[in-house]
């Protein structure tokens, strides 16, 4: 590169931001999101040893090292068989809830939004109830059942909400709407259904990761791979989702398409992490805020989002198994212990900053 190239290239860079070349191609990277996201994968690092340590019996970390590395260890059946399949379960979820919170509160420009509050995943745990109730599917096609819900709850709440654009207050109003409303569908199917199998469908409902394994990572592993091309692209069509409609517009940008592509994509995410653990509820507002104020960028970070939502359910679980040991609380119950004063907080800020309504 020459020196005027080099100047040209210094006069055009945003504050804050590095540029990684790497031949011919070349990247804009925003300093404080790296050292974030860094930040966060360390913090999950420790989360994940001490998820593995913790338990009935402790294990020391350097056989968790161990039978992390594959090597040979006297505790690989308690870490490598019934900690570890878990903790997969667990992680995968939470990152899916994070990058679905981001997209969805993007989409609605309101960080009110989140798949648990519109319904995404109130829709998704209907579908699933009802297939349980009534033993209407095999139990191998349960997560296809909550996406479908899922994405019909999104539908519904779409097209209620869309009057000559998306208006991010009657987005999230309608959402909550079709949540309350899928929420007494549930219970009428609870009451209608077999006794035990509603009893088990109550457990799930809360979001628990008891019981969990490698069969139910199995969906959220393929829709995560398929969605890293999608997510890609939903980095850059993030810029243009956030901006209104005349801005978008004036810049030539086909809003309705991107705006269309990132809620289908956070709607799979959060509708098959849902039927994988349930509705862990909270976990899809919080974390993409958390990434954003650390961050402090304008665009919500996806990859921070996904790290900071796989912490918050593997350090919410961990609690929830230890807290009262030996009883084991579900984890949707710690994350919502969180979650509602959030929200409630959240609610007041966001309408004392509008004069006194929801934007």
């Given at each position: ?8 290239t ?7 931001h ?9 990247f ?17 690092a ?11 019996s ?20 308690v870490?490598g068989?019934?900690r ?10 939470g990152?899916a ?6 997209l969805?509160?993007?989409v609605?420009?309101n ?13 998704a745990?209907?579908?699933t ?18 996406v ?17 654009g998306l ?16 929420g007494?569908l ?9 006794y ?9 409902l ?8 490698y ?28 901006f209104d409609?005349d ?5 030539g ?11 289908a994509?956070?709607v ?7 039927g ?10 919080l ?7 650390l ?9 921070s989002?996904?790290?900071a ?9 961990l609690l929830?198994?230890?807290l009262?040991?030996?009883i ?26 509008s004069?006194?309504t929801?934007?």
């Amino acid at each position: 590169m020459s020196h005027s190239e080099a100047v040209a290239t210094t006069r055009l860079r945003p504050a804050g931001h590095a540029v990684l070349r790497r031949g011919r191609v070349s990247f804009l990277l925003h300093r404080r999101t790296v050292l974030v996201a860094v930040t966060l994968t360390v913090l999950l690092a420790c989360a994940v040893v001490a998820y593995l340590c913790v338990g009935e019996s402790f294990v020391a970390p350097a056989e968790v090292v161990r039978v992390l590395f594959g090597r040979p260890s006297p505790d690989e059946l308690v870490v490598g068989t019934l900690r570890l399949p878990r903790l997969v379960v667990g992680l995968l979820a939470g990152a899916a809830f994070g990058v679905a919170g981001a997209l969805v509160q993007t989409v609605a420009r309101n960080p009110l939004a989140s798949p648990d509050v519109i319904g995404v995943t109130h829709g998704a745990g209907a579908a699933t109830v009802a297939a349980l109730s009534f033993n209407a599917v095999a139990a191998d096609a349960l997560p296809y059942v909550s996406v479908a819900g899922g994405m019909a709850a999104a539908l519904l709440v779409y097209v209620f909400a869309w009057r000559g654009g998306l208006h991010s207050s009657r987005f999230v109003l309608v959402g909550i709407g079709v949540s309350v409303a899928l929420g007494s569908l549930t219970q009428l199917l609870l009451t209608k259904g077999d006794y035990l199998v509603a009893q088990q469908a109550k457990v799930w409902l809360t979001g628990s990761l008891n019981s969990r394994g490698y069969e139910e990572a199995g969906p959220l592993v393929v829709v995560l791979l398929i969605g890293v091309p999608a997510a890609v692209w939903a980095a850059r069509a993030q810029r243009s989702a956030s901006f209104d409609d005349d801005t978008a517009t004036s810049l030539g940008v086909r809003l309705g398409r991107s705006r269309l592509g990132l809620t289908a994509l956070g709607v799979v995410l959060a509708s098959v992490a849902t039927g994988a653990v349930g509705p862990v509820d909270f976990v899809a507002l919080l974390a993409p805020q958390i990434a954003r104020r650390l961050t402090r960028t304008a665009q919500t970070p996806l990859l921070s989002s996904a790290l900071a939502g796989a912490l918050i359910v593997v350090i919410a679980d961990l609690l929830a198994r230890r807290l009262f040991s030996p009883i084991e609380l579900p984890t949707g119950v710690l994350t919502a212990v969180v979650g509602a004063p959030y929200l409630m907080w959240l609610i007041v800020r966001t309408r004392s900053r509008s004069g006194g309504t929801a934007s």
